[in-house]
């Protein structure tokens, strides 16, 4: 029986994504209820992609670096995390078939 390990790497670039997903995500709605108020919010929700992606930009021109340097720079750590985590397993790289 094969079994699978879980990956210290893996867990904490998945654990990365999610905090700079939920970051972006809470910086975004609190500027949406800030500038629009609760239709702010609604649309903000709906829109959660753009959402995580463009409210630390938004916050950034407000003067407030942090948000940003969380959402993306967690977000690329987590990511090279995760690469590292799958190139490292068995059987990444070239296949050799005679």
């Known amino acids: 029986m094969l079994r699978s390990r879980i ?13 700079a997903a939920l970051t972006g995500l809470d910086v975004g709605l609190r500027l ?5 108020g ?5 649309a903000a929700s ?4 753009a ?3 463009a409210a630390p930009l938004y916050a950034l021109t407000w ?6 340097a969380v ?3 967690g977000g690329l750590t987590a990511g090279l995390l995760l690469a590292r985590c799958e190139r490292s397993r068995p059987g ?7």
Request: proline share 11%.
């Open 32 to 36: 949406a209820a800030e500038a629009a």
């Open 71 to 73: 959402v993306y720079g």
């Open 46 to 49: 709906v829109l959660f992609p």
């Open 51 to 53: 959402t995580i992606a």
């Open 7 to 19: 990956s210290p790497l893996r867990v904490l670039g998945y654990a990365g994504c999610a905090v």
């Open 63 to 68: 003067g407030q670096w942090l948000p940003a």
């Open 38 to 42: 609760v239709w702010g919010v609604i």
């Open 92 to 98: 990444y790289g070239p296949t050799v078939v005679p």
